[in-house]
């Protein structure tokens, strides 16, 4: 299977509402995400590490797909003093949490493990998508 690891745009951070489980001082997991705008290009796929958010046009596409490996959480949006300020008329569309399930291990550029699956996380930080995911990626409008 092709797979493609994927840089999307960080348009903000994790907000103060968010609910985050440490282990170390790191964070171990987010229970419940509130993503800060901080700035947006207007990219329908966004990330703020660790966690990915799909616009809701983008969900819906993947819903009717095939495609496994994922699941979806509601997420809670906000924006930041500087964003309203920059952008005061924008609107943001509405976006669900995107939780890749799959697992890949990358070495020397090529997969040597895979879950399978069409979202994977290399290294649990990096989203890396089959094919057929992308397309509904880039087509998604």
Not at 31 to 54: A, M, R
Request: glycine residues 6%; aromatic residues 10%.
């Amino acid at each position: 299977m092709n797979m493609f690891r994927l840089e999307p745009e960080v348009a903000g951070e994790i907000g103060e509402n968010s609910i985050i489980n440490y282990e170390r001082g790191m964070i171990k997991e987010v229970k419940f995400l509130n993503y800060e705008f901080t700035g947006w290009l207007g990219d329908e796929l966004l990330t703020s590490h660790p966690c990915f958010i799909v616009s809701e046009n983008i969900g819906k596409d993947i819903l009717k797909s095939n495609l496994k490996g994922y699941k979806f959480e509601d997420v809670e949006i906000s924006v930041s003093d500087e964003f309203k300020e920059i952008y005061p008329n924008r609107h943001i569309p509405n976006f669900k949490r995107l939780i890749p399930l799959g697992k890949v291990v990358v070495c020397d550029e090529k997969i040597t493990q895979s879950s399978g699956d069409d979202f994977c996380l290399e290294d649990d930080v990096e989203l890396v998508v089959s094919y057929s995911t992308l397309e509904i990626l880039k087509n998604t409008r």
